[in-house]
């Protein structure tokens, strides 16, 4: 069957670019590929089904290197579906110049990519860039552990020790999510949610409605989660992704009454260890440049957002386009300035209460 319906797909070939590109449904034996690829989570078909919402309406080959480019298209735009994966810069403008010949209609291409956007050489755009903590893993867990700073590796021994001194029950399993999707993103949000508030951010789960469904059904097609519990009562998550030759944490929470006992990083620490034993060439612990993650030995690698357009002619007459981007970065700038002052604020206010003399002391109890 699949056969056939290749067969009826109109395709395009480009000797020259070393390019074909067909229109039409895309076989699964192409979606199937994506992992092994790009060791993504974010190109893969399950995060093109249910955060992306489209189905990919053909498909972009290239040879030596072989890269599969799945997209979307609609009206003059053209989506590449895969992201946080790696292609050359002169394999991403020979794919770009392939589409645009191949779909005459389309004036610009959105893609992501791993490098600098200079490196691209074609009228282009950035939309906007996040950074992929990304960890190197170095075969077993131990040798991921003697890959730690001195300091870190220090810690992370008194902070187990402390933790199983004064909880000494606590255990850690890894089990296969499936039907326990809405039970255990449940649990995840309802530590989340409070603990975001605390630290002065807006969670995606509040500011997009929909991403707590989203996460329920991407956890129960694939994840595993780590669960450690405490008294036999759960007190952390981790949901991970296992995604050709990578690992990706994709989120992970804990209870806060044990938050003085550091559950949160070690939680984290034991799901590395865990990949590492499991074989993953690296872990992506995904987007935010949190201090522990760089603790963990993560680095950052940026992915940006590009309009790439077909001519310096298109790029002009996406000027509506320019403004949208202006106008988020201004939001994002007014949005980080604000909780820069909120913190600190409130840190000036810590410093006053700290420094005020206690009631034992003036004989105040703080009444009017």
């Not at 939001?331 to 604000?338: A, I, N």
């Amino acid at each position: 069957m699949e056969h056939a319906l290749v067969q009826q797909r109109p395709v395009k070939t480009y000797p020259r670019l070393g390019a074909e590109v067909s229109l039409g449904p895309v076989p699964d034996r192409l979606v199937e590929e994506l992992p092994a690829l790009y060791g993504s989570l974010f190109s893969t078909g399950d995060w093109f089904r249910i955060f992306d919402e489209v189905t990919p309406g053909g498909s972009c080959i290239l040879s030596d290197p072989r890269h599969v480019l799945l997209f979307h298209q609609k009206g003059d735009t053209v989506d590449v579906l895969n992201k946080a994966f790696a292609i050359a810069p002169t394999d991403a403008a020979r794919a770009c110049r392939a589409l645009f010949d191949a779909l005459p209609r389309a004036r610009r291409i959105h893609l992501e990519v791993m490098f600098p956007p200079a490196e691209l050489h074609a009228p282009k755009r950035v939309l906007y860039s996040a950074e992929d903590m990304v960890v190197d893993l170095h075969g077993s867990p131990d040798a991921y552990y003697s890959s730690l700073g001195k300091k870190t590796r220090k810690n992370v021994r008194n902070m187990d020790n402390r933790l199983r001194r004064a909880q000494p029950d606590v255990t850690t399993e890894i089990v296969q999510v499936g039907d326990r999707a809405s039970e255990l993103v449940g649990q995840f949000l309802t530590w989340h949610l409070p603990r975001a508030k605390e630290r002065g951010f807006v969670s995606g789960y509040v500011s997009k409605p929909k991403q707590a469904a989203q996460t329920t059904e991407l956890v129960r097609a694939g994840a595993e989660a780590q669960l450690t519990s405490i008294g036999g009562r759960l007190a952390a998550i981790e949901f991970i992704f296992y995604v050709g030759p990578d690992a990706n944490l994709y989120a992970g929470s804990f209870d806060a009454a044990y938050g003085d006992l550091n559950l949160g990083f070690l939680s984290t620490y034991w799901a590395l260890r865990e990949t590492a034993r499991r074989g993953a060439r690296r872990c992506h612990l995904l987007w935010g440049t949190d201090y522990y993650k760089t603790l963990l030995g993560a680095r950052p690698e940026r992915a940006t957002r590009l309009s790439v357009f077909r001519s310096q002619t298109a790029r002009l007459h996406s000027l509506d386009e320019a403004r949208e981007v202006a106008v988020r970065d201004a939001r994002r700038r007014g949005q980080r300035d604000y909780w820069r002052a909120r913190h600190a604020a409130g840190r000036l206010v810590r410093r006053y209460r700290r420094e005020q003399p206690g009631p034992d002391r003036d004989g105040a109890d703080g009444a009017a």
